[in-house]
Antibody, heavy 122, light 107 residues
Framework: QVQLVESGGGVVQPGRSLRLSCAASGFTFSNYGMHWVRQAPGKGLEWVAFISYDGSKKYYADSVKGRFTISRDNSKNTLYLQMNSLRAEDTAVYYC???????????????WGQGTLVTVSS | DIQMTQSPSSLSASVGDRVTITCRASQSIDNWLAWYQQKPEKAPKSLIYGASSLQSGVPSRFSGSGSGTDFTLTISSLQPEDFATYYCQQYNSYPFTFGPGTKVDIK
């Protein structure tokens, strides 16, 4: 069965960096686009970033563009989110999510990880 | 960017009730619309894609309709496990955007 397991969250000071990972299993990871979605405490869902199945296409929300970098290692079935210059408003649970349709740029998500909490605070 | 709105923001209903949630896009998204259910402290779960297609394993009491800018999610007979927050999402173009959510709680 499909499993997505995020890790790497924690407490970090403003201006510092953090890298999140999402370990995937139960499907052919290299065939699917992947996303990061976040949810601030008590708030709604915010899409953060997308990477295509082969890593050739990446898109970002304006709120993180230039500070966050999405990447993937298809040999390790792992998705990453490098977060630099962190701000208090980046505090959220970060979810990785899998595209439902393989090898496309536009798809809804069919599976989500359990999330990892990032807290940006001094 | 495409803005998504939902109404109502919250509703109270009883088991067995028919519940309808509305989602509106700021511009046409054809049928590139998904619905997700989220329970407290849990990850979202996919319910519907393509505005009206049921995700595998989702009970048939859930249905979706609409096209263009106006969409609805209907729960035909509310069950205890359906009390949750529901989000619509457009995936017509980047950046993907979610509606603000509709919380369904017990009357």
């Amino acid at each position: 069965q499909v499993q997505l397991v995020e890790s790497g969250g924690g407490v970090v000071q403003p201006g510092r960096s953090l890298r999140l990972s999402c370990a995937a299993s139960g499907f052919t990871f290299s065939n699917y686009g992947m996303h990061w979605v976040r949810q601030a405490p008590g708030k709604g869902l915010e899409w953060v970033a997308f990477i295509s199945y082969d890593g050739s296409k990446k898109y970002y929300a304006d709120s993180v563009k230039g500070r966050f970098t999405i990447s993937r290692d298809n040999s390790k079935n792992t998705l990453y989110l490098q977060m630099n210059s962190l701000r208090a408003e980046d505090t959220a649970v970060y979810y990785c999510a899998k595209d439902r349709v393989p090898t496309v740029m536009l798809s809804n998500f069919d599976y989500w990880g359990q999330g990892t909490l990032v807290t940006v605070s001094s | 960017d495409i803005q998504m709105t939902q109404s109502p923001s919250s509703l109270s209903a009883s088991v067995g009730d028919r519940v309808t949630i509305t989602c509106r896009a700021s511009q046409s998204i054809d049928n590139w619309l998904a619905w997700y259910q989220q329970k407290p402290e849990k990850a979202p779960k996919s319910l519907i894609y393509g505005a009206s297609s049921l995700q595998s394993g989702v009970p048939s009491r859930f249905s979706g309709s609409g096209s263009g800018t106006d969409f609805t999610l209907t729960i035909s007979s509310l069950q205890p496990e359906d009390f949750a927050t529901y989000y619509c999402q457009q995936y017509n173009s980047y950046p993907f955007t979610f509606g603000p959510g509709t919380k369904v709680d017990i009357k």
